[in-house]
């Protein structure tokens, strides 16, 4: 993709439907015994393995509707490069009849699985892996109720075990502190719109199953429309709409954070509006929300003084994050450092440059708007990696940019 300097942007976009929300709500109709029913999915990359996974395992199903009748047959599921998909088919799997095989393409291969399979064995359930990496096998019914997990890496393995506990009933143990933590909320309250209680005290999950089919209504995605509204803070004035303020979406914090960093932020209804302002540099923690350290960089480079953020998670992502994003803004000519947990940058005058995400959809998206303000033309390789979670990014970011031409 070849990214031409713009002269501002303008207009409004719709927000595509959440992709956390989606895999969340297809996996929860495999579980229930019944049909469950939804409206705007998001159809895309990622989410087509996980309603790939839901067949697999059993269930019938189509962007519209789940139905099951409870139970999870044996299955070889194919995760693509979707870590929410193998992740939660993981621990479903151990429900299976029979031995289940899960795998995934090469970056997903690399991330780390350890502590979930770990937590498999605390209730019987036999694994085997790649030295604790995809491809693994499980095999066998889980007994007992109490098992005890790391949540430093990723909250996609408590969302997994909580899935798990909505059909036997499990008590859960976060035993240091959680990444991540509102997926785990956002998870908790599909499962509570299903009938699942679930009960949390401190670092204790509490979760009785009793899922009962029901509709659901995906609301849109912060976190793809977190690079619009970055990109109307920095260049112009966009609007981006179908953004619900009532929400569980982590990514939802670019509201607070575009305005920390100066800029001129307005929500209205189901819509927000940001403005290009004067903008100077903050320090942020992202380990709540790691999908929006790239795009938080990008900024970071845009704006007066220093930035700092961190969230050591993010090398565990689809890349390593942090060294990814300080390898391809040093190659606009980016005042940036790597640090053991994120980065420091400063106000930089970016150049054009060939840019390598590595696959990496989050960064693809976010070197794309790094780009529009850089002097000279850029090209990022690889940019299709964006359909994994935002297929019609390129095309929705045309519809706004002015090229003053």
Not at 166 to 188: A, F, H
Not at 361 to 377: C, K, P, S, V, W
Request: charged fraction near 30%; hydrophobic fraction near 35%.
């Amino acid at each position: 993709m070849i990214i031409e300097p713009i002269k501002s942007v303008s207009g409004e976009l719709q927000a595509p439907s959440s992709k956390s929300y989606t895999h969340r709500v297809l996996f929860l109709g495999l579980l229930a015994d019944g049909v469950v029913t939804f409206e705007n999915p998001l159809n895309c990359d990622d989410t087509k393995y996980t309603l790939q996974a839901v067949r697999e395992f059993g269930a019938e199903g189509d962007w519209e509707r789940i139905e099951n009748d409870g139970k999870i047959k044996r299955a070889d599921i194919y995760a693509g490069e979707s870590g929410t998909t193998a992740r939660i088919a993981t621990g479903i799997a151990s429900l299976a009849e029979g031995r289940c095989n899960i795998d995934g393409a090469k970056g997903l291969r690399e991330r780390p699985m350890s502590p979930l399979l770990e937590a498999l064995a605390q209730l019987n359930v036999k694994t085997k892996s790649n030295d604790g990496t995809l491809p693994v096998e499980i095999e066998g019914k889980p007994s007992g109720n109490y098992v005890e997990i790391s949540g430093e890496v990723s909250s996609q393995f408590i969302t997994a075990l909580l899935y798990l506990g909505s059909r036997m009933g499990l008590d859960i143990k976060i035993t240091d502190k959680l990444v991540s933590e509102p997926y785990v909320d956002m998870t908790i309250e599909v499962l509570h719109r299903s009938g699942v209680k679930v009960e949390r005290k401190n670092n204790r999950f509490h979760v009785e199953g009793d899922i009962k089919p029901t509709h659901f209504s995906i609301p849109g995605d912060y976190s793809s429309a977190a690079f619009l509204l970055t990109a109307g803070a920095l260049f112009g004035d966009i609007t981006v709409k179908n953004l619900q303020k009532d929400n569980f979406q982590a990514d939802s914090r670019i509201i607070d954070i575009l305005g920390r960093f100066g800029a001129d932020v307005s929500t209205k209804e189901d819509q927000v509006r940001v403005v290009k302002n004067e903008l100077y540099g903050i320090e942020c923690d992202c380990r709540g929300y790691p999908d929006l350290f790239p795009i938080l960089t990008v900024l970071g480079s845009y704006s007066k003084g220093e930035t700092v953020l961190i969230g050591e998670q993010l090398r565990y992502k689809e890349s390593d994050r942090i060294e990814n994003m300080v390898t391809n803004l040093k190659k606009m000519g980016a005042d940036i450092d790597e640090l053991e947990d994120g980065i420091t940058v400063r106000e930089s005058n970016l150049e054009g440059a060939e840019l390598d995400p590595r696959g990496d959809h989050r960064i693809a998206m976010a070197l794309a708007i790094a780009a529009l303000g850089a002097e000279g033309t850029s090209e990022i390789k690889q940019s299709k990696c964006v359909k994994k979670s935002y297929p019609d990014f390129f095309e929705d970011l045309e519809k706004v940019i002015y090229y003053g031409r």
